[in-house]
């Protein structure tokens, strides 16, 4: 799906990550592989360390430390926000809505519009879409779209494959109308039927949690997980991004005729460094006008490793500075897309621990 968007802009960017650290070197008793297979991987696969909340720690929780953060520094004000969107694999509750909880705790007004919308890698991209559309509507003019995860907890501590990536974190976007003319365009591609290639089996309707669910079971590589545990197909993956995600972004570059000479960053989700290398490869991009750091400092939050991407790498430069960036995420669902779009002199563009 092709989408275009007219006279809208992204003021400011928050990433709120955890101060709990926990390093590689201090994990590889949990895998099975010997040392120096691990350390080859650490290195080619950027793993260092990550960051996770403790288990009572929730998206309300994160959402609501980061608003009241704006609040506090005067970035942000309770009666100018329009809509609230909320993009998250890891609800604080079936029902109701989270982003019901947190405009109920922050004490929003009545009219604001909430949200919740159920997507994980790609999940920073359909946010800002969904954002960007609800500002065609004449009374809306400021919405603030969270993206959060604590997905830490349901990933097997003794899976190699997963637990070394993932991270919590989550991030506020604020994007408004502006009466400057401008253009942003962008594509979209969905594949359900691969949609088992990213997946937690346990813990919904389909399948309820168990005492069954959690009993752990070994893969063929050393990899104990349970049925409450996200699975994923590492090499049907590589091959899924680096086939599917290259070709969308041709596809697109060549639509909006916009030579890759002209994008000044390619900030891009980031499963692991060697994936989001790959892909520069791919793509002929040099490598520093993608960085792929985001995994080997704080892991693998899902949707929120595009914005922690921007404030982590280029914070500062944004908040004097106008870019033209390239936004691809790509993963759970199967989801991948990318976003077009001039990023200039943001009101605030932060990082903050929780």
């Not at 705790?105 to 999940?123: F, K, T």
């Not at 976007?173 to 591609?189: A, D, W, Y």
């Not at 000479?261 to 499963?271: A, R």
């Amino acid at each position: 799906m092709i989408f275009e968007y007219r006279n809208k802009k992204i003021t400011g960017l928050l990433t709120i990550v955890p101060k709990n650290i926990r390093t590689f070197d201090e994990e590889m008793e949990n895998y099975k592989a010997d040392k120096a297979r691990n350390k080859r991987l650490k290195m080619v696969m950027g793993y260092e360390q990550h960051r996770m909340f403790d288990d009572d720690v929730c998206v309300s929780d994160i959402a609501v430390f980061g608003m009241e953060y704006l609040f506090k520094e005067g970035l942000l004000k309770k009666d100018e926000i329009d809509a609230l969107i909320l993009v998250t694999q890891s609800p604080d509750y079936f029902m109701p809505a989270t982003s019901n909880i947190i405009h109920g705790r922050l004490g929003l007004p009545e009219d604001v519009y909430c949200m919740d919308i159920n997507q994980g890698c790609a999940g920073f991209l359909v946010g800002l879409m969904q954002a960007f559309a609800l500002l065609d509507q004449p009374t809306v003019n400021k919405v603030v779209m969270i993206n959060a995860d604590v997905l830490s907890r349901k990933v097997s501590k003794a899976d190699r494959n997963s637990y070394p990536l993932v991270g919590d974190a989550a991030s506020i976007t604020i994007v408004e109308s502006c009466p400057e003319e401008n253009l942003i365009q962008g594509e979209i591609r969905m594949d359900g039927s691969r949609a088992e290639m990213l997946i937690i089996p346990a813990g919904g309707f389909r399948t309820p949690s168990t005492q069954e669910t959690a009993i752990m079971h070994e893969d063929e590589e050393g990899n104990s997980r349970s049925l409450d545990n996200l699975v994923m197909g590492g090499r049907e993956v590589f091959y899924f991004v680096q086939t599917e995600v290259p070709k969308l972004i041709e596809s697109l570059l060549e639509r909006i005729q916009m030579p890759k000479e002209k994008i000044d960053w390619w900030m891009f989700h980031q499963p692991n460094k060697f994936m989001v290398d790959k892909l520069a490869e791919a793509l002929d991009v040099p490598y520093e006008k993608m960085p792929s750091n985001i995994v080997t400092y704080f892991g693998n939050a899902s949707g929120v490793t595009i914005p922690t991407n921007v404030v982590y790498n280029i914070g500062g430069k944004l908040e004097q500075e106008e870019y033209k960036i390239c936004f691809a995420g790509f993963g759970v669902g199967l989801t991948w897309g990318a976003l077009v779009m001039d990023v200039c002199k943001l009101d605030f563009c932060r990082l903050i621990d929780m």
